[in-house]
């Protein structure tokens, strides 16, 4: 089993920045790939970004060149770089990982980003 426990979000107004934190833990394989995904009220979870073991990051079209995702595997942690924020980015941001192997799946229980004036 692995856990995964997000933190960093919080309230920011229009154009700031945040930064998110996913610490992983327990059976935690290198070979994975990590993720945040968003969840706004009335809407569908939808992925942000994600980052192979091997560093390759993907972005969703509506935060490349805002967000940056990085991860530390010494640490076991991943984390995501907000900037310029918007107020569509308000959701709670999920931390994923996929386990290459098995191809499971491990979600965090979410943190909330809240980006109002």
């Known amino acids: 089993q692995v856990q995964l426990v997000e933190s960093g979000g919080g309230l920011v107004q229009p154009g700031g920045s945040l930064r998110l934190s996913c610490a992983a833990s327990?059976?935690?394989?290198?070979?994975?790939?990590m993720g945040w995904y968003r969840q706004a009220p009335g809407k569908e979870r939808e992925v942000v970004a994600t980052i192979e073991s091997s560093n390759i990051t993907n972005y969703a079209d509506s935060v490349k060149g805002r967000f940056t995702i990085s991860r530390d595997n010494a640490k076991n942690s991943a984390y995501l770089q907000m900037n310029s924020l918007k107020p569509e980015d308000t959701a709670v941001y999920y931390c994923n990982m996929r386990l290459y192997r098995t191809s499971m799946d491990y979600w965090g229980k979410g943190t909330l980003v809240t980006v109002s004036s």
């Open positions: 327990g059976s935690v394989s290198r070979s994975n790939r």
